[in-house]
């Protein structure tokens, strides 16, 4: 029986059979055992409404009866990233694709899969492995989520340097406008130039634009041996020998700085067949001067990156600093200044000069938090770069802004957002 506390959304309800919807506590704890942070959940004084499309004609009949009854629907998934990066706002009804995970297509000979915007990202490379096969995208939270969530998000991880961005790799996608339109866009193959290319707008727009249904994907051979060396030392020193690999002709596939209360440590990860990755191995140590503190191989190599792709995982504060990766020594140093301000610690991806910063300070200080961080963003975009909030208490993220400066972006976005969505039925948007 649906809540009579959500008497309002009846009409969307209406579209599917009850068991494929969740209200009031049910659907509190579905998102609370989710989310990657504390999103938009603990405290909401919403009775929050979760339903499961298992179609795309149940999503499209959703998103038109959302358009006749002035309802705000908000695209997820497994609902790993809600509330994340300021892009959640008020909204009547969560439509979560996780019934929409059938493989569709998959040819191993071209490299390409095409599957359910709701596949989870682990059930997929479940799938590509006995193919020796994978998606090298590994954003913060990306084992977590989603094959839609994945492209809506848009976030590549430290690997992008080697194997692309996500957009790079997204080779079609099925979408549900927030008109109630179904549009197939891009194709099933790499080769596929006509029109504009909307796949590219699509992906990372985080729902703003339509609800994903389907993605078609472009596949990587599995690499024969994964390696990754690990270096300790001061932050300076850890900091200068990740820019020499990063700008050194060697293949590295990813290289990363983490700062707590000791040692900063530096990774270097390769990936390829035997005999390429150790030679790499052998120069990368040559051209360092020093060998490395410890070396782990394969299974224990790709658990250290999944877990660093997990860091953040659960805390209260995300900040992220990017500047030019050559400016990486500055990012990184601010990113332990405010680290420090706030008791949290520092992960940094050297080859995009992208450093995160977690923390779960307590709420009491707010004001000291609110300090660091616009300071840190002053001196950030002073310096040519960018400072953003990933999580954070709405309080502090109100006075400090979710994002910096944008200049004529948000007029350009909401003139895309009107062609699209020209209700704003989706409550998705750039913060």
Request: contains cysteine; charged residues 25%.
């Amino acid at each position: 029986m649906i809540d009579s506390g959500v008497d309002r959304v009846v009409p969307v309800l209406s579209v599917l059979p009850e068991d494929r919807v969740l209200v009031g506590e049910s659907a509190r704890d579905w998102a609370r055992g989710r989310s990657n942070g504390p999103g938009w959940m603990p405290g909401d004084p919403e009775v929050p409404v979760i339903v499961f499309p298992a179609s795309v004609e149940e999503v499209s009949a959703l998103v038109r009866v959302a358009n006749e009854k002035g309802m705000r629907l908000l695209p997820a998934g497994l609902g790993s990233w809600l509330g994340g990066g300021g892009w959640t706002h008020a909204r009547d009804v969560i439509v979560s694709c996780v019934r929409l995970n059938a493989v569709e297509h998959y040819e191993p000979a071209d490299l390409t899969l095409t599957a359910g915007a709701g596949l989870g990202m682990t059930e997929l490379d479940g799938v590509l492995r006995p193919n020796g096969q994978w998606l090298p995208m590994d954003a913060p939270g990306a084992d977590a989520g989603t094959v839609g969530g994945l492209v809506a998000c848009g976030v590549s991880g430290a690997m992008q340097g080697r194997y692309g961005a996500v957009r790079d790799n997204v080779l079609g996608i099925d979408v549900v406008t927030g008109a109630g339109r179904m549009l197939r866009i891009g194709g099933r193959v790499v080769k596929n130039v006509a029109g504009y290319d909307l796949v590219r707008l699509f992906t990372g727009s985080r729902g703003s634009l339509g609800i994903i249904t389907s993605v078609s994907v472009r596949l990587f051979p599995r690499p024969e041996t994964d390696v990754t060396l690990c270096y300790a030392g001061r932050a300076a020193e850890m900091a200068a020998l990740a820019h020499a690999m990063c700008t050194s002709s060697l293949p590295v596939a990813a290289v990363g700085l983490e700062a707590g209360n000791g040692d900063t440590i530096c990774t270097a990860r390769l990936l390829g067949s035997a005999g390429e990755v150790e030679e790499a191995r052998s120069r990368l140590i040559d051209n360092a001067g020093q060998e490395p503190r410890r070396i782990v191989r394969d299974d224990e190599s790709a658990l250290l990156h999944r877990e660093r792709a997990a860091w953040e995982e659960g805390s209260a504060l995300v900040v992220r600093l990017a500047a030019l990766p050559d400016r990486l020594a500055d990012t990184f140093e601010r990113a332990r200044v405010l680290a420090g301000a706030l008791g949290g610690g520092v992960a940094a991806d050297a080859l995009r000069g992208a450093v995160r910063v977690k923390a779960s300070p307590d709420a009491g200080r707010d004001e000291d938090i609110v300090r660091a961080l616009s300071r840190a963003r002053g001196e950030m975009e002073e310096a040519g770069g960018s400072m953003t909030l990933s999580q954070a208490r709405g309080k502090v993220a109100a006075r400090v802004g979710w994002a910096g400066g944008r200049g004529s972006a948000p007029a350009l976005g909401a003139r895309i957002k009107e062609l699209f969505d020209p209700a704003s039925v989706l409550a998705s948007r750039c913060p």
